[in-house]
Every structure is written in C-alpha cells, then in structure tokens.
C-alpha cells in the first residue's frame, strides 16, 4: 500500500511539474519574447525616421525597459528624411535603426537605405517573420530581407454601423450589394451614400476606389505588368475594365460629386466629415483611420451624437471585395551600428505578434501580422479570401505605372478625358 500511496503521489507530483512548464511554456508563447541578453546590459539605441512622433514606438521603448532598465532608447524625426539618407547614414551619429521603405528598392538616390541594412532574414537574429503576412515581407533579389514592416496599411471606407443598423441595412460585400445599399439609403434622404475627398489625384475617393479592382485584373498577367511598368502606350488598354467600372460606379448613384467636392483633404476633412453623422460610407485611405481616435473629441458633432463605426473593404468586384495589402512603416538595422546586439535584441523583441498588434492598436494603424481579428477596427480585412488579397509590391507594379493610372482615372471621372482618350493617352499622361 505504501509502494503504491508513493506511486501515486510521484504521479501527481510529476503531473504538476508537467502542468507548471505548460504553463509557463504557454505564457511564453503569449508573450512572445525571451530575453537573450544579460538584464544588467547598458547601451544607446537610436531611432530615425521621418515622423513628427512616434508615440506607439516610445511605449514599445517602455516595455523593452521592463526587460531592459538600462537600455536607452530614442527616436528623432529628420527634416527632408527620404532626401537625407547618405548623410544620415554614413555620418558619426548614424541611427541604429531606420525607417524604411519597400518602393526604396532597386532606386539609385535610395540605395544607402540598402546598402547599410543588416539583412533580417538571418535566422541567427531569431526574428519571428512567421508572425507577419508573408507578401508584405519583401527580399531583394539577392534573397536578403533589408527592411521588416512594422505597419501595414490598404484602401477602404469608414462605416458608420449606427446608420446600417439604424436603416436595417448590412455592409455590403459585393458590388451588386453596394448599389442596392447606396439606393436604399437615398431613398432615405442620404444624399451622398459613399463620399471621400476628391480634390486630388494621387488621394481622391477615384483612385482609392478603382485601385484594388485595377489591381486585381493585372495581378496575374506578367506581360501586363511588364507592358505597363515601362509605360507602353499599347498598355492603357489594360486600364479600360477599371475605367469602365468607375463610369458604372458614378452612374449607379453611389456617390455625390458634389458633395464630394467640399471635403478640402483626405485626412482631418474626411474624418471630421464623416464624425457629422450622417455619411453612411466614406472612402478614405488607412493612414486616415489612423487618425480617426484623436480627431474624435474635435469633433462637436461626434461628441454630441458618438456612434459606432469599423474600416471594411470596398466591394467593387462582383465576386466580393479586395484587399489591397501594402506595407506601411518598415524597420531596417544599420549593420554597422555600434550598438547592433541590443538593436537586435529590440527587433526580436517588436517583432512579434504581441507587441506589432499592440504598437499598431496604439498608433491606429493596420498590423502586419497574419491575425488581423484582435482589432475590430481592421478586421473585416482579415476574412477577406487568399485569392483576392492583393500585394501591388509582390506581383511588380512599379509607382510610375500606378501614377498614369491614377491620372487616367482622375481625368475620366471629372470630364476631362473619354474612356478612349485615357486608354490612349497611357505613359504620357502628366501628374
């Protein structure tokens, strides 16, 4: 009885041994980061990039000194910061760490932002770069991974749920839906059921609705791609599906031109527009969304009357809607910091599910990791289907083949080019 009393008393003790290290183990995992340096270790780390703050990084500065108390952390904003990247680089007061940016890439004034990377791929670095969406981590050619993305961001539009709910309507995931949704609320008395900026090409409510379906029609067509990024006139045919689409668009009474046409910005005019009340939709870019949290108490109208509201994709396509993911603010390593152990270290410290979601809830912007759930926010663009995410980036589009298309469409939606002329006038349309 005794032999089998201590039998079963080694079981039990075994047992919560077994169950302590799970659940140790699992509070790892949920924490995400373990420490690979002494605690004690001193140093300076420096930040650079062209913000005028950066808020959501300072607080991930105060929880790296939870494990870190005598690592010093700073962040300084540079005037002309694109522009300034040999001098930033190479002079004695280099950053330890820089913003970069994917469109940097294989760009003769932006190669030091390369040149001076550590390539963040090395799995001797412990970088967990499973943790974010694979077609927003972009190699070079050479397969070296300079920079990370920190945020991401994409197209869609603020929804004012009280309006759906008040109405009875649901958001719409297909195009047929958003007509319906747009005729229905006008019979209700919205004048404009979707608004957006429209004063500028570059971010009008034209370009940020027509780019993800423009998009999706040459995402798979290498020969497109290639045609259009060295601005073959014979490509602006590609651009007539788009242009087509965007004439239906405005004929099937979505939006109000003129509306439009008051909202002076595609930033602090659209948010407060939209904190009136009575916008249903309102189309806007996700650095806009960003700013939506502290616009809201400068808005009169929203602290009298506040409402629920959510970013979800637009439904231009039959099929459901796009999301187009693009990645935002990306890290690189200066590879030849003085301090690269402990910059190492806070890399393998951010880059992790917990700390990207938490860095991005904070600074309002979409995170680049793979479960996009956590925050309500963005994540009706976590359901959106593999085959219909989109990645401008992966699939080579090139700035200068998205600049005519912003212009063909710009010129088409407000009279001043047909479909025709648009299509014709490919590679040479003037920004």
Known sequence: MKKTAYAILALLMLMGLTACGSKKQDAGTEEGFRPALDSSVRGHVNFAGRYDNFEALEIEFDRFNEYYPDVELAYTKIDDYNNMADLVLSGTDAPDVYVSNSWMYGREQYKAFIEHAEDLSDPSLGLDLACIRGNILLKTEDGTLPMVPVFSSTYGMLVNSDLFKKEDLDVPSTYDELVSVCKAFREKGYRSPVMGFSAMEMTSIFTLVSYPFFCATVAHDGEAVKKLNALD???????????????????????????????????????????????????????????????????????????????????????????????????????????????????????????????????????????????????????????????????????????????????FVTGKLTIDEAVAAYGSLAQ
Request: charged share 25%.
């Open 233 to 411: 006139p014979s490509a602006g045919e590609y651009m007539r599906p788009t242009l087509e689409k965007m004439e239906r668009f405005l004929s099937d009474g979505c939006v109000d031109l003129e509306a439009c046409a008051a909202i002076k910005n595609n930033y602090d005019a659209v948010i407060l527009r939209f904190f009136e009340g009575d916008v249903p939709m309102m189309v806007c870019s996700g650095d806009a969304v960003s700013g939506t949290r502290k616009r809201e108490s400068l808005s009169s109208a929203f602290t009298a009357r506040p409402f629920a509201y959510t970013y979800v994709p637009l439904p231009l396509s039959d099929e459901g809607a796009y999301f187009l993911d693009i990645p935002n603010i990306q890290f690189s390593v200066n590879k030849e910091s003085p301090n690269l152990e402990i910059a190492n270290e806070f890399m393998r410290f951010l880059i992790t599910s917990r700390e990207l979601n938490e860095m991005a809830r904070n600074k309002g912007l979409m995170s680049p990791t793979r479960d996009l759930s956590f925050n309500s926010m963005y994540a009706a663009f976590g359901n959106i289907p593999e085959s219909r995410v989109l990645s401008p980036e992966v699939f080579g589009l090139t700035d200068d083949a998205t600049i005519q298309v912003r212009m063909a469409v710009y010129g």
